[in-house]
């Protein structure tokens, strides 16, 4: 068992930044990714970031150069840097633990509002 706790989101300005953080607890040495993944209103879920155990990353294209996923120095703290912000970044943002048992499992965080608008 993984459990996720999500923080920071809210309301920024377009061209404005937003810190994620993601705290993961429990079978954190199962995790082999942490990934961010966010849903606007009407929309399906995207992914947007991901981090592997070994610290790989990849991105969407739509946040390219402007977001940054990193791992805290507890290796247990996911973050996801938000830079430039537009109106289309508005949506709820979920991180998620893709853990490896006997099977490949997903772990959600709460998720959180990001409010993109002038």
């Known amino acids: 068992q993984v459990q996720l706790v999500q923080s920071g989101g809210g309301l920024v300005q377009p061209g404005g930044s937003l810190r994620l953080s993601c705290g993961a607890s429990g079978s954190i040495f199962s995790i082999i990714a942490m990934r961010w993944y966010r849903q606007a209103p009407g929309k399906e879920r995207e992914l947007v970031a991901v981090?592997?155990?070994?610290?790989?990353?990849n991105y969407a294209d739509s946040v390219k150069g402007r977001f940054t996923i990193s791992r805290g120095s507890a290796k247990n703290t996911v973050y996801l840097q938000m830079n430039s912000l537009k109106p289309e970044d508005t949506a709820v943002y979920y991180c998620n633990a893709l853990v490896r048992t006997t099977a490949l499992l997903n772990y959600w965080g709460q998720g959180t509002q990001v409010t993109v608008s002038a």
């Open positions: 981090i592997t155990r070994d610290d790989t990353t």
